[in-house]
């Protein structure tokens, strides 16, 4: 089976003047932002390719390394290995590229320049960090957040209303839903920039934001692409699904690299009978239960991960964190406590009672 490492290895030889990006080439952009570049010459001054920042970073890690960091992580450094030898990829100029990290924030960007009249920004999605989850989540209940100001604000930096040079966004995971959101809040002449918006496998607007007209005046270069089985994907409102088959089930499938392909596209397929149920019982019980309730789950459960001192998603399995986490949620009042016991028999368990 086929996958984005293969359309590299057919396709790689043909520079984008004679092949145009395609939904494959924004997965892999997309992807790519899943690796660190903080120590790389990236933001030095002078002109750095794709070819030259990746090999600084494969030579100062392993893809063992990488695998202990996360899946996402461990994808990136194998296609990057590919694109640093790739005539398609490897004379890309990449810049501007911002890592950051707080207490219920994290935020990664940077600029492919594709050719000279068209970038791709890529956003990252949620990495290993605790703090990513949290804002993950909070997208349920809360708009914006703060990921959402900091899209705008580098798309607002980024994007030149008044040249010629036109735009890709994407990013996957919550970095799709980054692309989406931060390009709904700029002005007209900014987004007719903007050539098409990619949203791989991240979550979509609550039904206020959906039927805004801040999002009816893009909607139309709006693109969704999501496994057959997808679960995050189907995280709140979207239009304009794309549907691909992955080798893989249930939460595996949101991996890029289980997305099948055949020759330069993606193998299409249609959503399983099991992620459609999910996406439907969802719905249904946040229909009965609105933003406060869905605060006290988010509070509840990452409150008692934070108060663990716990900060990497990969240490959560650990039995001392399991432990711990427990201990914490002790201390969950009642009434929260009967929310997230009824959310998890609704929806996972697929009990009414």
Known sequence: MANALDYVKEFGHIPFSRKTVNDIDNAIFSL?????????????????TLEEVGNEFLKAHTYKEMQKVGFAQAEAYQMLKLVVKAERFRHIIVDDYVYETAPGLMFSVLTFHITKNLDF?????????????????????SFPVESHFKARDYLIRHIDPWGSKKVIVGGHSKGGNSALVGSMFLDKRRIKKIVKIYNND????????????????????????????????SMLHHNNY??????????MSHAILSWQVKGDKFELAPRSAMSLE???????????????????ILEAVMGAIES????????????????????????????????????????????DN
């Open 121 to 141: 920004i890529s956003f990252e999605g949620t990495d290993e960090l605790v703090c990513g989850w949290r804002e993950d989540f909070e997208l349920s209940c």
């Open 32 to 48: 790519l932002n899943y690796v660190n570049y903080s120590e790389t010459s990236i933001n030095k001054p002078g002109e750095h």
């Open 202 to 233: 991240g979550p979509g607007l609550r039904t206020h934001e959906f039927m805004s007209k801040e999002y009816a005046a893009l909607k139309d270069r709006y693109v969704h692409i999501v496994p057959h089985s997808t679960y995050v994907g």
């Open 308 to 351: 663990s001192h716990i900060r990497e998603t990969n240490s959560i399995v650990k039995p001392k964190n399991i432990i711990k986490i427990i201990r914490q949620s002790k201390k969950i009042d009642k009434e929260t406590r009967e929310l997230i016991i009824g959310l998890i028999r609704y929806v996972v368990l697929k009990r």
């Open 242 to 251: 794309v549907v691909v088959k992955s080798d893989k089930e249930n939460v």
């Open 278 to 296: 999910t996406e439907a019982r969802l719905w249904a019980w946040c229909d009965l239960h609105g933003d406060e309730d869905r605060k006290k």
